[in-house]
């Protein structure tokens, strides 16, 4: 029988996912544990076009309400903050 994880376990592991589809979207061949370790602002190294990000939002979450079972509300909010903590920068904004 496979161990059951905790609830902090399972938000690092869906964190980890997250953040190798976001890498994969965005068309950078970098994974988490290219980065796990660093304390720099790697998330300035890569970029991603808005319409990517939007892309990965949507999967993010339908994601989040799968594995995580919560509301479309929440996994929204949840990946507006993910985004916001861990997303790349965009390529195409326009200021």
């Known amino acids: 029988m496979a161990k059951r994880l905790s609830r ?3 938000r690092e592991h869906v964190i980890i996912n997250l953040i ?3 890498f994969e979207i965005a068309g950078h061949p970098v994974t988490f544990d290219d980065i796990k370790d660093r304390k720099d602002n790697w998330f300035q190294e890569w970029t ?3 319409e990517q990000n939007d892309q990965w939002k949507e999967w993010g979450k339908k994601y989040l309400m799968k594995n995580l079972r919560i509301n479309a509300k929440l996994a929204e909010r949840e990946m507006v903050w993910v985004s916001l903590q861990w997303g790349l920068k965009f ?3 326009n200021i």
């Open 8 to 10: 902090q376990e399972k």
């Open 20 to 22: 190798n589809k976001m």
């Open 91 to 93: 390529s195409n904004y």
């Open 48 to 50: 991603m076009t808005i």
